[in-house]
């Protein structure tokens, strides 16, 4: 898959009314999306979908939708507050911003080719590098060469440049303030009293950082941590036996540095997370069984199920604490991509709880009459990287045979259960009452809650095609042959076959197939 269908599938997007970028008409913010009228029903049926199999249709989950502003403390004890940083780095040739750990690895001392897009900013760089670092190196049309890597074992992902500022710990949750306290007023008045006189760097730094961090919140940065904050709470009022589990799903935010691929990663986006507390000598077999659970999910409603995959973690990547993880992987057009992890995460966040918090987090186990703290396995999912996954894996372009020759129609074969509209209804011409037998039609879905569409707009064959494009699998068309045997068409939309079918069963049907 190219490129190039991502580029259609944006496009689409934006057309269509699936999403658009926030605040387009002062320029855009960067990497912040809206979803439109059709982007906010994908979103919400996937969404919904996962709470439907993953709580009502479980007896040991239940949910919960805490606040996404949490008491500071929460995020010491998690590790993001200290930990949640990626180490970042300032190409000072091409201004390239990027992260350490994602760059290009090359040998200290080895000989690097600078690369640039053409001559002229080769030039520059080659008058830039002689300038401020004293190297002169030889052009050769877009490339300079001469230059050595250093100490640090990596280059700009770039231009390929060795001249990079320190790296600097960047931490990724946004930091606000709560409270009458303002904190820039507490800092001026420092600045003022002469607190700061003499300070630099770190000093200066931490100085600032410390006045600042007594009125400071974050936003969550996943929705993982109140689901082990409120276990006491949920447990106990909830009389849940482990192995239980405790879902949330809902906005979470992180300043990325890298943001790329449209929603693939944004600073907000959605999550739907589920933590699994179970007796230790059990997380074994749940982690497998939630491995495969999980996969499954994504999988059904997928017309390719094969562009997801289950990657064991490599013993770098595993995380300190984790004793497993897998992410489920999709083959987005750039290659393969996270969508969830699946984490054995065993007692370490309850353990942390305990000790920052100094509350006693722990499960009484009535039949064995002992105490312990529950392991707990996680299924953490990205929920708008959910909808990007579905969006590429029901785009679809098809030839068709026309009157007219051959066409080529576009599709979004979105699974029904996903697709924003579930029934188009269409009055063949607006007239011979047509248009009021079609109205009718759609208010009985409406009182059954289905979301239909009334669309009278432009020639039928014209209509269909664009509710192919939205991914609406089915439309219903009223014509002459509806006003005298009371029947009308049903039009499929992955097979484009027609059948008529009664105007009597038409919710019916629909509700049938929606079932299936
Ligand atoms: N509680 C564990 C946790 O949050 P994660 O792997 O950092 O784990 C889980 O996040 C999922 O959230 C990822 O698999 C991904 O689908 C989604 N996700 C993470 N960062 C994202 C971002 N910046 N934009 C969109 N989705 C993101």
């Known amino acids: 898959m190219s490129d190039d269908v991502m580029q259609k599938v944006i496009s689409l997007c934006k057309r269509r009314g699936f999403v658009f970028q926030s605040s387009e008409i002062y320029g855009g913010l960067r990497s912040a999306y809206d979803y439109g009228p059709l982007g906010v029903e994908l979103k919400r049926n996937l969404m919904n979908a996962w709470w439907r199999d993953m709580v009502h249709r479980r007896e040991n989950v239940v ?33 390239e911003r990027f992260r350490a750990d994602h760059a290009t690895v090359v040998e200290n001392g080895a000989d690097v080719t600078l690369h640039f897009a053409d001559k002229g900013r080769a030039k520059t760089a080659l008058a830039l590098i002689s300038d401020q670092f004293g190297v002169e190196l030889e052009r050769r ?5 001469g230059a050595t890597a250093g100490d640090r074992g990596y280059v700009c992902p770039v231009c390929g440049s060795p001249f990079m500022s320190e790296e600097r710990q960047f931490n990724l949750m946004f930091r606000t303030s709560m409270g009458p306290v303002d904190p820039m007023g507490r800092l001026a008045n420092a600045i003022e ?4 006189d003499g300070l630099s760097g770190s000093d200066l730094r931490g100085c600032i950082d410390r006045i600042t961090k007594e009125s400071a919140v974050y936003l969550r940065p996943e929705t993982a941590q109140a689901m082990f904050v409120q276990f006491n709470n949920i447990q106990q009022s909830m009389a849940l036996k482990v192995p239980f589990g405790i879902a949330q799903m809902g906005k979470s935010f992180r300043n990325e540095i890298t943001v790329e691929h449209f929603i693939f990663r944004s600073c907000e986006f959605e999550q739907m997370e589920m933590e699994f507390f179970c007796e230790p000598g059990t997380d074994d077999t749940w982690f497998e069984y939630w491995k ?8 059904k409603f997928a017309n390719h199920p094969e562009s997801f995959r289950l990657r064991p973690h490599e013993p770098e990547e595993l995380a300190h604490y984790a004793k ?22 065993t007692d370490y966040d309850l353990k942390k709880h305990i000790k920052y918090s100094g509350s006693k987090i722990e499960y009484f186990d009535p039949v064995e009459r ?32 026309t009157q007219k020759g051959t066409d080529v129609r576009t599709v979004l074969k979105l699974h029904p259960q996903l697709a924003p509209i579930k029934v188009a209804v269409l009055p063949l011409v607006k007239k011979n009452g047509m248009p009021e037998k079609a109205r009718e039609v ?18 039928i064959g014209k209509r269909y095609r664009r509710h192919d494009e939205i991914g609406t699998p089915w439309c219903l068309t009223i014509d002459g042959q509806t006003m005298e045997d009371g029947t009308i068409t049903l039009r499929d939309r992955d097979t484009m076959e027609q059948r008529r079918i009664s105007i009597e069963n038409a919710v019916q049907e629909i509700e049938n197939l929606l079932r299936d």
């Open 324 to 345: 497993g993880c897998y992410d489920i992987e999709y083959l987005y057009p750039w290659g393969w991509g996270e969508l969830e992890g699946i984490a054995n995460r």
């Open 370 to 401: 002992k105490r312990y703290t529950p392991f707990v396995i996680e299924p953490a999912a990205g929920a708008t990287r959910g909808v990007l996954s579905f969006l590429v894996d029901a785009y679809c372009e098809e030839e068709v045979v």
């Open 193 to 196: 009293a002469g607190e700061l």
């Open 442 to 459: 759609v208010e009985a879905f409406f009182q059954r809650g289905v979301n239909a569409k009334y669309d009278a707009q432009h020639a």
């Open 292 to 299: 495969q659970a999980r996969m499954d999910w994504w999988q």
């Open 63 to 95: 949910g919960l939708d805490a606040s996404i502003v949490m008491h500071p403390r929460v995020w010491e004890a998690s590790g993001h507050l200290a930990g949640f940083s990626d180490p970042l780095v300032d190409c000072k040739v091409c201004k």
């Open 141 to 145: 049309g877009k490339e300079l060469i």
